[in-house]
């Protein structure tokens, strides 16, 4: 059996690069429970993101902690709850980098008391992690919008 360079790290035998694998997944994985979970509070952007990062999505680009800040007060008035999922996490490692492509889907309700009306995306992203003396971080964080369902908020995917 050949090993391609995105084979899970057990396989190598590498601890280290397990480790790395993990903390890169879970790092994926606190940025959608963030979103969902500490809508109203910015203080998390840093345990996510590094100070330089950038992310990319249909309707714009954000850039920095005060960016990343600027689009997570629109989304919170845009909508009342969220529910975002990230998975199938394609990890591969280069020393203090990490490229990532996920799954996401999400769906956004105007009003928590409605739920049966809501937009719904899903999509691809690819993202680059790096190692910080604090522990990993999202640097480049790209969306690609694959389907969209219901009616997208003006200005946004699928308008």
Do not use: K
């Not at 309707?59 to 969220?82: H, K, N, P, S, W």
């Not at 492509?101 to 956004?108: G, S, Y």
Request: glycine share 8%; hydrophobic share 40%.
């Amino acid at each position: 059996m050949t090993l391609s360079h995105t084979e899970p790290a057990v396989a190598t035998g590498d601890p280290a690069a397990l480790v790395d694998r993990v903390e890169v997944g879970a790092l994926c994985d606190r940025y959608v429970r963030h979103l969902d979970l500490s809508r109203d509070d910015d203080s998390w952007l840093p345990t996510v993101f590094a100070p330089d990062a950038v992310v990319t999505f249909p309707m714009g680009v954000y850039r920095g902690l005060d960016g990343l800040a600027d689009f997570q007060r629109m989304a919170r008035t845009t909508f009342e709850r969220t529910h975002h999922m990230s998975s199938n996490h394609d990890i591969t490692l280069d020393g203090d980098r990490a490229t990532v492509r996920a799954h996401l889907t999400a769906v956004h309700l105007r009003r928590a008391a409605n739920p049966s009306e809501h937009f719904s995306i899903g999509g691809h992203y690819a993202a680059e992690a790096v190692r910080t003396p604090a522990g990993w971080r999202l640097r480049l964080f790209t969306f690609d919008l694959v389907w969209t369902a219901g009616t997208a908020p003006a200005g946004g995917p699928g308008h």
